[in-house]
């Protein structure tokens, strides 16, 4: 992509509106622009971002083996009443009618309509285990929207629905989930923490938070520190396998949200110099319910003995948007943010020094063509900005790898490649430079 064509409104000062770092380097990197109160478009970069994340959280929950569908954003109040949450829900829910007058309402969450087309479409304990999932915006009318995409009104969710015909098979949907939520959040360079958390108004006994480390967080949280040293599931794990020991092993160490903190089992159980207190960030939240719905929705299927059993169900949440700015809080320095690779909206910012110079631009155009056919993806940042400039706004967006190209360096055959995290910088020949990134980059592209 050409920074000439491209649409990057990058901004000098600190909006005052945002009190977070995350919050406001999205703002000062052209990522988003607030619609309304917690109402965000997506400016292209962003969007990158966006999307990039949202292809991890697929193939992890492709891995799984769980399916992808795609349900609606709006949704009948009906249906809401037969699980009667249509009441319960409050003033969270965006409600309104249609001209028909019929009373609809924007999905804050997707439970009673996934069980609505289970139980129209499957009649045999032979149909399942299954598990269905959907990317799709969410609408929850938070009272105090806050911190851009970490707590927006609208935002971006992975959901997905577990069906099992027993508890014991539900149990291990469960743990399907579990695993390849560490692998998710582990691939876009976040160390996620499990922790028993309360289930709220999804309702079951079984549920996990997945915790990102942040001062920014709005959860205290508290767990053992060897937490933070557990070693993420490979991509090879046998999920058709029994994860029961992989999941004694993240969740013996006490980890719990406030809600479900208990501070003499915390001093029984962690020795005082691993007691680890903190704040954080939920990114993902799974919740086995059993037959909360499928009981009052006459979600059924027939059993081997022909008798009709409720299914037993789960629900899993991520959230897609909030991961966004999850990532940049984790991972910023005072110049801006910091991509990982796995996520980073280009992999290589090519800085041109000066634009209109002929053997600078000849050479840029080279390494541009080069990278490309390499399969790098490049941001050429051919406009004619000052030097100065460039360097501020290409260190702000954060992309992995830099690779500077000025007429000095162009007439002694050297080029510069800087890797924003370290900030370590070298001169190579063009040839060299393309293959240092090349290595660089497909070292990084997969953390596990
Ligand atoms: P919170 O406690 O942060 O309000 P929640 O427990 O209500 O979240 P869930 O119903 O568990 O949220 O939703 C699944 C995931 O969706 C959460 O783990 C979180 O990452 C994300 N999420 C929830 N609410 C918001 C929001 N207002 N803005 C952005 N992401 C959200
Ligand atoms: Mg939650």
Redesign the pocket.
Known sequence: MRLSRFFLPVLRETPKEAEIISHQLMLRAGMVRQASAGIYSWLPLGLKVLQRIETIVREEQDRSGAIEMLMPTLQQADLWRESGRYDAYGPEMLRFRDRHEREMLYGP?NEELITQIFRDAVRSYRDLPRNLYHIQWKF?D?VRPRFG????RE?L?KDAYSFDINAAAARQAYHRMFVAYLRTFARMGLKSIPMAADT?P?GGDLSH?FIILAETG?SRVYCHADLLDLRVPPADVDFAGDLAPLIEQWTKPYAATDEKHEDVRFAAEVPAEKRLSARGI????IFFFGTKYSEPMGCRVQGPDGSMIAVQMGSY???V??LVGAIIEASHDAAGIVWPVPVAPFEVALINLKAGDKDTDRACEDLYARLMRAGVSVLYEDTEERAGAKFASMDLIGLPFQLIVGPKGVKNGEVEVKERRSGERVNLAPDAAVKRLVELISARRLLV
């Open positions: 969450t929850r938070e995409v970490m707590r927006g935002f969710m709220g999804i938070e709005e939920e990114v993902g939240h949440g991520i959230g948007s909030r």
